[in-house]
């Protein structure tokens, strides 16, 4: 008996055997019910209104681990550039205040909105 996943990196569905490598772990662990928390596998799941667990397929986990990691150091190149470490350090060791409320706005700018024209 198996179950299905969907693969987010490449956008198919794949047959699972009962286990699955997922995002930031090194082992494959037992895949469990959303909705009971029992294992896919030996167990009736019919009543369960589960999501389906997006998972990358095996063919595609070294693929997804080298975008990944290239998303991580271009991530670091921008917050470098930007002076986040040391931005936020500042932020955090100031009190509440008109200037803490400036540098907060320009850190939350820079993560979410148009501040950083790089991402484009």
Known sequence: MSHRHFCDSAGHWWDCNGTAL???????????????????????????????????????????????????????????????EEKWTRMKALPDGPEKDALGGEIVEWLFGDGDRQRQ
Do not use: I, W
């Not at 009543?47 to 990944?68: F, G, I, S, T, Y």
């Open 22 to 84: 997922r995002r930031g772990e090194t082992e494959p662990s037992v895949c469990l019910c959303v909705a009971c928390g029992r294992p896919l596998e030996g167990f009736d799941h019919g009543e369960c209104d589960a999501p389906v667990e997006l998972v990358v397929c095996p063919e595609h986990q070294e693929e997804e681990r080298r975008r990944m990691d290239e998303a991580r150091k271009a991530y670091e190149r921008r917050a470098a550039q930007f002076g986040f």
